[in-house]
């Protein structure tokens, strides 16, 4: 099967879980010897979990069993990700709660956590400084077993954009209040 029935078909069940082309846009390209889906998701609110999981059924990629190199020809790749200019209008939304958390970095050290919000079971860290590393925002599972927390998701946010756009990823898609952070 084709890249774009395969597009067609990721359209399709996308819109059986109630997801329109105006949430979630799916582009089939080719190239000289391997394929491509593009599935950008242009509403924040659509489960980008659900969409990974339909889309990324139709990855097909050739690997040669001796040396683990992908092989050319044949491939079809697939990649999920959100929509840049969507996630940019919606991260303004963030700025006024950024600023906030970036004046607040000072007071920490330099391996000090900030903790920005507390869902259920899950918790989103601000990791203003860390071995030279850059600054990013954590989203963890706190273990019931241990005290350990398990990171589900990383995003770096080295200033007022990059953390706004963090900040709108988690609010969308885990429902999160980062109006409520006390930074």
């Known amino acids: 099967m084709s890249a774009k029935k395969m597009a067609e078909e990721i359209r399709k069940r996308l819109k059986n879980h109630g997801i329109t082309s105006r949430q979630v846009s799916v582009r089939a390209k080719t190239y000289t010897f391997d394929e491509a889906i593009d599935v950008r998701i242009k509403d924040l609110s659509v489960s980008k979990k659900l969409v990974e999981t339909i889309a990324e059924e139709y990855k097909y990629i050739r690997w040669d069993e001796f040396t683990n190199e992908i092989l050319n020809g044949g491939n079809i790749y697939v990649s999920v990700d959100f929509d840049y200019e969507a996630l940019r209008k919606k991260a303004k939304e963030f700025t006024e709660v950024a600023k906030r958390i970036l004046k607040e970095r000072n007071k ?8 920005l919000a507390e869902k259920d079971d899950l ?3 601000y990791q203003p400084y860390h071995n030279g590393t850059y600054p990013h925002v954590r989203l963890c599972k ?15 946010a080295v200033d007022e954009n990059s953390l706004s756009e963090a900040l709108a990823i988690l609010s969308y898609q885990y429902g999160f209040d980062f109006t409520k952070t006390n930074s």
Request: charge should be negative; glycine fraction near 0%; hydrophobic fraction near 35%.
């Open 108 to 115: 920490y050290k330099e391996n000090e956590l900030m903790r």
């Open 123 to 125: 918790v989103v860290l």
């Open 142 to 156: 706190i273990s019931k077993d241990s005290c350990l927390l398990d990171n589900l998701e990383s995003y770096y």
